[in-house]
């Protein structure tokens, strides 16, 4: 069965240049949930979208942006980045979360490290 | 605020039963959700509820108490396999997802 994809899956940067990471949900699901976690930390959500509209917004920095287009793909964008911005990035897809017991099923996860 | 708590570390022995237990508070309730994570690894569906009582799935039990904000894991017959991180969480009122700090269960021979 097909997963949620996430590319790439190591990214190294420098401290203020800028990092674009992407998601492609499994067939049909129509929401995108952006996680943070850092090492030995629980997942922090970031963002979330539904049919391609921001649906919430958790603890995502300003010098990040997020959207999800017309094919339901996301793409993170993460600027002036930071040391602490060194983690594992999370995408994970869902049916429509108005339906109850829809899970969120999750990617393999992107390893940014910033030097 | 949101808030759910769970103990940060458990061991067992190989083959034995151990729960873990996760309490909540948050703004709205549309279901409580465990998920399995090793290490470096994306986080992997285990049990969902959203009514009061136990749901089984083989060797995995989840038990809610809507009104006391409870919920536990229950693990059978562990395996070595098992040693993972175990994360609760909840999807609020918003239908986004608040996880817990994790417990890290540690199953010994």
């Known amino acids: 069965a097909a997963g949620v994809i996430q590319s790439p899956r190591h990214l190294i940067k420098e401290k203020r240049e800028t990092a674009t990471l992407k998601c492609y949900p499994i067939?049909?699901?129509?929401?995108v949930y952006w996680y943070q976690q850092g090492p030995g930390q629980d997942p922090q959500f970031l963002i979330s979208?539904?049919?391609?509209?921001?649906?919430d917004k958790g603890s995502i920095p300003d010098r990040f942006s997020a959207q999800q287009f017309s094919d339901y793909h996301s793409e993170l964008n993460m600027s002036s980045l930071e040391l602490g911005d060194s983690a594992l990035y999370f995408c994970a897809s869902s049916l429509d979360p108005g339906t109850l017991g829809n899970e969120q099923f999750f990617g393999p996860g992107t390893r940014l490290t910033v030097l | 605020g949101q808030n759910i708590d769970q103990p940060t570390e458990m061991t067992a022995t190989e083959g034995a039963i151990v729960q873990i237990n996760c309490t909540y508070q948050?703004?709205?309730?549309?279901?409580l959700f465990w998920y399995q994570q090793h290490a470096g690894e994306a986080p992997t569906f285990l049990s969902y509820?959203?009514?009061?009582g136990l749901e089984e799935k083989g060797r995995f039990s989840s038990f809610l108490s809507r009104s006391k904000g409870y919920s536990y894991l229950l693990l059978k017959e562990l395996q070595m396999k098992d040693s993972a991180s175990y994360l609760c969480a909840v999807r609020d009122g918003g239908q986004n997802f608040v996880f817990g700090p994790g417990t890290r269960l540690s199953v010994l021979p």
């Open positions: 067939p049909r699901h129509d929401t």
């Open positions: 509820n959203v009514l009061d």
């Open positions: 948050t703004s709205g309730f549309n279901g």
């Open positions: 979208f539904y049919e391609k509209m921001q649906s």
